[in-house]
């Protein structure tokens, strides 16, 4: 009954999302706590997809085999957890980067724990499930290898968005608090995605590195008043001239473009 008043509370319309694990696997989740997190991984091939990020909100640490019979039609999967999913922008490959596994790895079906100290770099584990939530901007796999590729330190234009892609995904507290700092307006022409696209444009922009990084070693330390936030369009705009236009000067091709089309 305790189950049942639990479930309810939590899944008030009736409908909830389970996932059983197996007797053997006991010593992976014995220590599951409400509100712990967990990411569900879809396909491992290629870039893989993580589509993901589930909020425990039901465990029970002893086995509920008639649970596991009544969902699963056998006793295979004793213990349980309920959890609520949240869309995520997250691939398999990016993943094992950012926790420093192997990319041969393959987790086959189970359940692995991630250990804290693998996510010290991004601020522990709140600060990189707050990045993963607020969608922070990763290069793809291709940008990470043609980077990776790269035999000089000369980087033209376009490369070095490459390479402030790469920055702000080893630097995501940065990011993280960019947009908490500036919102999610653009700072050079004021569109607002959450205004034109609704729900789905919520919390999203852009960050943008306003010194240049291909001048700069890897190890040096930004600031908030070193990046700005911009949306997609004036952030390919602001690199399209090399080097890349500072924030007045877009603002300025802006203003002067509107007063040419208000002629």
């Given at each position: 009954?305790?189950i049942?008043?639990?479930?309810?509370?939590?899944?008030p319309?009736?409908?909830?999302?389970?996932?059983?694990?197996?007797?053997?696997?006991?010593?992976?989740?014995?220590?599951?706590?409400?509100?712990?997190?967990?990411?569900?991984i879809?396909?491992t091939g290629?870039?893989?997809?993580?589509?993901?990020?589930?909020?425990?909100?039901?465990?029970w640490?002893?086995?509920?085999?008639?649970?596991?019979?009544?969902?699963?039609?056998?006793t295979?999967?004793?213990y349980?957890?309920?959890?609520k999913?949240?869309?995520?922008?997250?691939?398999?490959y990016?993943?094992?980067?950012?926790?420093?596994?192997?990319?041969?790895?393959r987790?086959?079906?189970?359940?692995?724990?991630?250990?804290?100290?693998?996510?010290?770099?991004?601020?522990?584990?709140?600060?990189?499930?707050d990045?993963?939530?607020h969608g922070?901007?990763?290069?793809?796999?291709?940008?990470?290898?043609?980077?990776?590729?790269?035999q000089?330190n000369?980087?033209?234009?376009?490369?070095?968005?490459?390479?402030?892609?790469?920055?702000?995904?080893?630097?995501?507290?940065?990011?993280?608090?960019?947009?908490?700092?500036y919102?999610?307006?653009?700072?050079?022409?004021?569109?607002?995605?959450?205004?034109v696209?609704g729900?789905?444009?919520?919390?999203?922009?852009?960050?943008?590195?306003?010194?240049?990084?291909?001048e700069?070693?890897?190890?040096?330390?930004?600031?908030?008043?070193?990046?700005?936030?911009?949306?997609a369009?004036?952030?390919?705009m602001i690199?399209?001239?090399?080097?890349?236009?500072?924030?007045?000067?877009?603002?300025?091709t802006?203003?002067?473009?509107?007063?040419?089309?208000?002629?």
């Open positions: 009954m305790y049942y008043e639990t479930l309810l509370t939590e899944f319309n009736g409908f909830c999302n389970a996932w059983g694990v197996p007797q053997g696997a006991k010593p992976v989740i014995k220590n599951l706590e409400i509100n712990d997190v967990m990411l569900l879809k396909t290629g870039d893989g997809e993580v589509p993901a990020l589930c909020h425990i909100r039901g465990f640490r002893e086995p509920l085999l008639e649970l596991s019979n009544f969902l699963w039609g056998n295979h999967f004793p349980v957890f309920f959890f999913t949240e869309d995520i922008d997250l691939t398999w990016q993943l094992k980067t950012d926790i420093g596994y192997k990319q041969n790895f987790p086959s079906g189970n359940v692995y724990r991630i250990k804290e100290e693998r996510l010290t770099d991004f601020g522990g584990v709140n600060a990189y499930v990045m993963l939530r922070i901007e990763r290069p793809s796999l291709e940008d990470i290898k043609e980077e990776e590729n790269e000089t000369e980087y033209k234009e376009g490369e070095r968005k490459t390479r402030e892609y790469s920055y702000f995904k080893r630097n995501p507290k940065l990011a993280i608090s960019a947009k908490k700092n919102g999610y307006i653009c700072q050079a022409c004021g569109f607002d995605f959450q205004s696209y729900d789905i444009g919520k919390e999203y922009i852009e960050c943008h590195h306003l010194d240049p990084l291909s700069r070693a890897d190890t040096f330390i930004s600031t908030l008043k070193d990046v700005c936030v911009l949306c369009n004036c952030h390919r690199h399209k001239k090399k080097p890349a236009m500072s924030l007045n000067e877009l603002k300025s802006i203003n002067i473009g509107v007063e040419l089309a208000s002629k």
